[in-house]
């Protein structure tokens, strides 16, 4: 797919990840009206990673009872087996969030994708938090994909640590536009 006046996200995209192969992981989230072309860009990035980057993807659904950690179990088939044995045996979260986190500091590097993280569960949403403030030290690029919320974009301020940690809101342009609408 050919995506119009995205330029600037994919090479802000590339750099988090050569910046997490060189061991300093980050945290890109990214916002945006539905529509916009969140999850456009971020299907078209994953398929512009280099073929060493393992690609991770999960995406949280519009239920009423959210699945807890959803996003992670969708994921997990590619993961270490310490992870999906923790998630069959609902390990405490602390053990579970630390064996995630260990899995990502291992090479290769990881391109973490969570869609919809505005339909995230709580559990989730603590995930994101731990790793944002630890994925200084991972090979991980972790990208969320959200649509406009101030209260979430608060919190996610919130996770700043020494990791790398952005928010991007991407907005309708007048070239984009008319291919949408
Ligand atoms: N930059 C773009 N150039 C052209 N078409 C786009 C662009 N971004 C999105 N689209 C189109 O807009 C539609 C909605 O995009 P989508 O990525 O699903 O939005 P979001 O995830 O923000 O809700 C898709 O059909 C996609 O093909
Ligand atoms: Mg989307």
Not at 93 to 109: G, I, M, N
Not at 123 to 134: S, V
Request: some cysteine; glycine content about 6%.
């Amino acid at each position: 797919m050919e995506l119009l006046e995205r330029e600037t996200y994919l090479a802000e995209m590339h750099g988090l990840l050569r910046q997490a192969d060189r061991g300093l992981g980050g945290t890109l989230f990214l916002s945006g009206e539905a529509g916009v072309g969140k999850s456009s860009l971020l299907r078209v990035f994953a398929g512009q990673v280099p073929d060493a980057v393992r690609v991770l993807w999960g995406g949280c659904d519009p239920l009423t009872t959210p699945r807890p950690l959803g996003p992670l179990i969708d994921m997990s088939e590619q993961m270490s087996t310490a992870v999906r044995r923790l998630l069959r045996e609902s390990a405490s979260r602390t053990e579970l969030f630390d064996a995630v986190r260990s899995d990502l500091a291992k090479p290769p590097p990881t391109l973490m994708v969570i869609e919809d993280a505005h339909w995230a569960d709580e559990a989730t949403l603590d995930l994101l938090r731990y790793l944002a403030r630890r994925l200084a030290t991972a090979c991980t690029s972790g990208i969320c994909e959200n649509a406009s919320w101030p209260r979430r974009s608060t919190w996610v301020r919130n996770t700043r640590s020494r990791s790398k940690c952005v928010l991007r809101t991407i907005r309708r342009t007048p070239m984009a536009s008319s291919t949408l609408w």
